[in-house]
Structures are given as structure tokens and as C-alpha cells.
Antibody, heavy 120, light 110 residues
């Protein structure tokens, strides 16, 4: 059974860096063909793709966030991580990690999500 | 502003058939697969329909998807109270070079 679990601080101060980790169980991140994504949902709003990574380390980011985002992978821990720099209140959202496919809107397994609030 | 356009709300009574539309463009829906996700209150989105009209294992055949040109739709037949949720369409966008989502449709079962 594939499971994903987000972890990280629930409160971040403005201008600081949001850091989250997604721990994957039930499947190896090295399994070929899958992308590992971060997706967020602002309160009461729709879904926004942040970016994805492959086990090789190859990444793709949403152009609207690209200048502030870094996604990395640690295959030894079966984890991938998100860093979002210079956060503002507009980055307050529920952050999800999800498994997907390359060049696709296919996301078959999702984490439960974690609320990150940006506030001083 | 979402790249894909959905009606903000839809409703139906138990047993009815409801449809939810999703409108896009030539850079997304017309040239790529459409996916649908169901989000029950307070939970993560759930994979509901893939490749326009395919159901993952475990999804009831009451749920069906279709696509034509730059639009897609999700149909739910035999509506049940547990279908009350937010529904999102999604597709790859060749210009963004990433997946895009609709703004979501809140389905109410009256």
C-alpha cells in the first residue's frame, strides 16, 4: 500500500523559508516512471501544482513559483522535500505531496496534507 | 484564475444524475488527458477518473468521464449522500509545461 506523509513546521514567519518533507512508504522512490510532486491548496480555494522531482533528481517547477522553489530527493530515506523561500501570507496553504507521472496530471496517491501558516 | 473553468457549484437529489463541466483550451484539454479528483471535506483529493474516462480500481461505475475538444465532463449517476464533495478536473498544459487544475465544483446532495 503506497502511502505519503508530509512533515514540517506548521508556522513560518514572513520572509523566511518554508521546508517540508514527504516520506514515502510501500514503494521505492527509485521505481521508474513516477514523478513526486508538491501541490498546495489555499484556504477555501483550488489546487495549485508547485513542482515535481524524479528519483534521478530532475525537476520541473511551476513558473509562477520557480524563483523561490527547490525540490530535492533523498532516495536513501525514500523522501523528497520542498523549500519555498521568502514566504508571505499568500503562501499560507495546505501543502500536499503526491505521486504522479511525467508530463501528466495523473496523481494516484496523496499525502494527507499539512497546513502551513505564514505569520509573524 | 484557474486555467481550467468549472462551475463553482452543482446539486442533485439522491438517485439523480448530475454532470460537472470543465472547460480548457488547445494547450491543455484538447491535446492532453483529463483527470478528475474527488475531495471529501477535510481530506486530501482522491484519484477518481484518469485518461479522460478510465476509473481506477475501487471507484464505482456510477462515476464516468468524457472529453470533447477543449471540454470535459464528469457524470455521477445514482447520486448518493456520500458523493457530496468538491470535484476538480486537471490536465497537462503544454504552455505551462505542468499540470493545471480547475477551480473545483462543490457538489451538494439535497
Amino acid at each position: 500500500q503506497v502511502q505519503l506523509q508530509e512533515s514540517g513546521p506548521g508556522l513560518v514567519k514572513p520572509s523566511q523559508t518554508l521546508s517540508l518533507t514527504c516520506t514515502v512508504s510501500g514503494v521505492s522512490i527509485r521505481t521508474g516512471g513516477y514523478s513526486w510532486s508538491w501541490i498546495r491548496q489555499h484556504p477555501g480555494k483550488g489546487l495549485e501544482w508547485i513542482g515535481y522531482i524524479f528519483y534521478s533528481g530532475s525537476t520541473s517547477y511551476n513558473p509562477s513559483l520557480q524563483s523561490r522553489v527547490t525540490i530535492s530527493v533523498d532516495t536513501s530515506k525514500n523522501q523528497f522535500s520542498l523549500r519555498l523561500n521568502f514566504v508571505t501570507a499568500a503562501d499560507t496553504a495546505v501543502y500536499y505531496c503526491a505521486r504522479g507521472l511525467k508530463r501528466n496530471a495523473y496523481f494516484d496517491f496523496w499525502g494527507q496534507g499539512t497546513l502551513v501558516t505564514v505569520s509573524s | 484564475q484557474s486555467a481550467l473553468t468549472q462551475p463553482p457549484s452543482a446539486s442533485g437529489t439522491p438517485g439523480q444524475r448530475v454532470t460537472i463541466s470543465c472547460s480548457g483550451s488547445s494547450s491543455n484539454i484538447e491535446s492532453n488527458y483529463v483527470y478528475w479528483y474527488q475531495q471529501l471535506p477535510g481530506t486530501a483529493p482522491k484519484f477518481l477518473i484518469f485518461r479522460n474516462d478510465q476509473r481506477p480500481s475501487g471507484v464505482p461505475d456510477r462515476f464516468s468521464g468524457s472529453k470533447s475538444g477543449t471540454s470535459a465532463s464528469l457524470a455521477i449517476s445514482g447520486l448518493r449522500s456520500e458523493d457530496e464533495a468538491d470535484y476538480y478536473c486537471a490536465s497537462w498544459d503544454d504552455i505551462l509545461s505542468g499540470p493545471v487544475f480547475g477551480g473545483g465544483t462543490k457538489l451538494t446532495v439535497l
